[in-house]
C-alpha cells in the first residue's frame, strides 16, 4: 500500500454476525485497517444505510453498539483507525444532496439491488416497484457520498460489492467532466475469496438460512450448535475427506498450521468419528473467541464508552470531510 493512500470500509448494523462474516470481512477488514498508517483507514458502520429497512430506531441504534462492540473487541484499533457511525457525520448529507444533481436516473436502474427488487415483484406478479424507496432506490449516491467524501483511495469489497465502487467511480467521474477534477477516482480492492464458508446444513453460511453460527455465543450454545453441524453416514473407523467436510473447512480457520495438519491425518487415516471432530472444533473456536467474547460484553455493559468512541471517530472523520464539501460547495455554488 502506498503511503498515502485512504482507505474506507462501511459496515451495515443488521445484527450479531456470524462465523461466516468474521471468516471472509471482519478479520480482514481489521487486518488492513490496523495495517494502514494511522488516520489514513476510516470505517464507519453505515446506519443511514439500514434506514430504507429499518423503521424501529431503538433496533437501529441497538445494532449499531453491537456491531462497534464486535469491531472492538476483535482488534479494531480506534485509535488508529478513524471509527464511527456514519449518522454523526452531517457532512455525508450534504455531499449526498449535490452528487444527486450529477447523477443520472439510468446509473440507479442497474443498481443490483434495485434489480433484485424488480425481479422479486415481477415474479411474484406485483408492480414493479411495489416495495421500493428511495432509500432503496438512490443507496448508490449515498454509498458514493461516504466514499469520496474523505478522499478514498482504496475501498476492501468482496466480489459481490464490486459495483458500489465502481458507481462511486461513475459519479466522480460525472462530477469531475462538469466541475473540474475535485474527486478522486477510487478502486475496489477485491478481498481474496476464502472459499464458500458453511453453515450447519453445508449450505453458504447465511442468517436468511437459519444455519448460522454467531460468533459470540456463549460456550454452551456455541457447541451445541457446532454439534448439530450435518455430516455424511461414514463410520468412527472409515477414512473421511476433509476437503469437503464443514467440520474441518471451519477449522482451519481458528487453528495453526500444525494442529490443521494432525487433524487432515485423522481424518485422512480413519479411527475418529465426527461427534470427536466437532468437539475439536469447538474447542479451537472457543479458545480462539473467548477473550474477544468477554471483551464484547464488557463493551456493551458500558454503551456511553462505545458511544464515546464512536463520537471521537466521527470528530475526526468531519475534519478529513470538511475541506472535500467546502470545494464541493464552491464549485457548484459559488
Same mark, same amino acid.
Do not use: C, W
Given at each position: 500500500?502506498?503511503?498515502?493512500?485512504?482507505?474506507?470500509?462501511? @459496515?451495515?448494523?443488521? *445484527?450479531?454476525?456470524?462465523?461466516?462474516? %468474521?471468516?471472509?470481512?471482519?478479520?480482514?477488514? +481489521?487486518?488492513?485497517?490496523?495495517?494502514?498508517?494511522?488516520?489514513? &483507514?476510516?470505517?464507519?458502520?453505515?446506519?443511514?444505510?439500514?434506514?430504507?429497512?429499518?423503521?424501529?430506531?431503538?433496533?437501529?441504534?441497538?445494532?449499531?453498539?453491537?456491531? !462497534?462492540?464486535?469491531?472492538?473487541?476483535?482488534?479494531?484499533?480506534?485509535?488508529?483507525? +478513524?471509527?464511527?457511525?456514519? &449518522?454523526?457525520?452531517?457532512?455525508?448529507?450534504?455531499?449526498?444532496?449535490?452528487?444527486?444533481?450529477?447523477?443520472? /436516473?439510468?446509473?440507479?436502474?442497474?443498481?443490483?439491488?434495485?434489480?433484485?427488487?424488480?425481479?422479486?415483484?415481477?415474479?411474484?406478479?406485483?408492480?414493479?416497484?411495489?416495495?421500493?424507496?428511495?432509500?432503496?432506490?438512490?443507496?448508490?449516491?449515498?454509498?458514493?457520498?461516504? @466514499?469520496?467524501?474523505?478522499?478514498?483511495?482504496?475501498?476492501?469489497?468482496?466480489?459481490?460489492?464490486?459495483?458500489?465502487?465502481?458507481?462511486?467511480?461513475? +459519479?466522480?467521474?460525472?462530477?469531475?467532466?462538469?466541475?473540474?477534477?475535485?474527486?478522486?477516482?477510487?478502486?475496489?480492492?477485491?478481498?481474496?475469496?476464502?472459499?464458500?464458508?458453511?453453515? %450447519?446444513?453445508?449450505? /453458504?453460511?447465511?442468517?436468511?438460512?437459519?444455519?448460522?453460527?454467531? @460468533?459470540?455465543?456463549?460456550?454452551?450454545?456455541?457447541?451445541?450448535?457446532?454439534?448439530?453441524?450435518?455430516?455424511? &453416514?461414514?463410520?468412527?473407523?472409515?477414512?473421511?475427506?476433509?476437503?469437503?467436510?464443514?467440520?474441518?473447512?471451519?477449522?482451519?480457520?481458528?487453528?495453526?498450521?500444525?494442529?490443521? /495438519?494432525?487433524?487432515?491425518?485423522?481424518?485422512?487415516?480413519? *479411527?475418529?468419528?465426527?461427534?470427536?471432530?466437532?468437539?475439536?472444533?469447538?474447542?479451537?473456536?472457543?479458545?480462539?473467541?473467548?477473550?474477544?467474547?468477554?471483551?464484547?460484553?464488557?463493551?456493551? &455493559?458500558?454503551?456511553?464508552?462505545?458511544?464515546?468512541?464512536?463520537?471521537?471517530?466521527?470528530?475526526?472523520?468531519? !475534519?478529513?470531510?470538511?475541506?472535500?464539501?467546502?470545494?464541493?460547495?464552491?464549485?457548484?455554488?459559488?
Amino acid at each position: 500500500m502506498q503511503k498515502k493512500e485512504i482507505i474506507l470500509t462501511g @459496515i451495515k448494523p443488521t *445484527g450479531m454476525p456470524h462465523l461466516g462474516n %468474521l471468516i471472509g470481512a471482519i478479520m480482514p477488514m +481489521i487486518k488492513l485497517a490496523n495495517a494502514a498508517p494511522a488516520g489514513q &483507514s476510516f470505517a464507519f458502520i453505515a446506519d443511514l444505510h439500514a434506514l430504507n429497512a429499518v423503521t424501529d430506531r431503538h433496533e437501529i441504534a441497538t445494532h449499531v453498539r453491537e456491531i !462497534a462492540a464486535v469491531y472492538l473487541a476483535l482488534g479494531l484499533d480506534a485509535e488508529h483507525t +478513524i471509527f464511527f457511525r456514519q &449518522s454523526d457525520v452531517p457532512e455525508v448529507y450534504a455531499l449526498n444532496t449535490f452528487l444527486m444533481n450529477v447523477t443520472p /436516473k439510468g446509473l440507479m436502474n442497474r443498481a443490483h439491488s434495485y434489480k433484485a427488487a424488480v425481479d422479486r415483484n415481477t415474479a411474484a406478479g406485483a408492480d414493479t416497484d411495489a416495495g421500493v424507496n428511495m432509500g432503496l432506490y438512490t443507496y448508490p449516491v449515498l454509498m458514493a457520498a461516504d @466514499i469520496l467524501l474523505y478522499g478514498t483511495d482504496i475501498v476492501p469489497v468482496g466480489s459481490d460489492q464490486k459495483q458500489h465502487v465502481e458507481f462511486a467511480r461513475d +459519479i466522480a467521474g460525472y462530477f469531475n467532466n462538469i466541475y473540474g477534477d475535485v474527486f478522486k477516482l477510487p478502486t475496489p480492492s477485491i478481498r481474496a475469496e476464502t472459499g464458500l464458508i458453511a453453515g %450447519l446444513d453445508g449450505r /453458504k453460511m447465511s442468517k436468511s438460512y437459519g444455519n448460522q453460527i454467531p @460468533i459470540f455465543d456463549e460456550p454452551a450454545e456455541l457447541k451445541k450448535k457446532i454439534m448439530r453441524i450435518i455430516t455424511d &453416514s461414514k463410520l468412527p473407523e472409515e477414512p473421511k475427506n476433509p476437503d469437503v467436510s464443514t467440520i474441518f473447512q471451519l477449522y482451519t480457520h481458528f487453528a495453526d498450521a500444525a494442529a490443521v /495438519k494432525d487433524l487432515r491425518a485423522r481424518f485422512e487415516s480413519g *479411527g475418529m468419528g465426527y461427534g470427536d471432530a466437532k468437539k475439536i472444533l469447538f474447542e479451537a473456536v472457543n479458545d480462539y473467541l473467548s477473550a474477544p467474547r468477554e471483551r464484547y460484553k464488557e463493551l456493551l &455493559s458500558a454503551p456511553d464508552k462505545i458511544d464515546a468512541i464512536l463520537a471521537h471517530g466521527a470528530e475526526r472523520a468531519r !475534519a478529513a470531510a470538511a475541506p472535500i464539501l467546502d470545494k464541493v460547495k464552491k464549485v457548484m455554488l459559488g
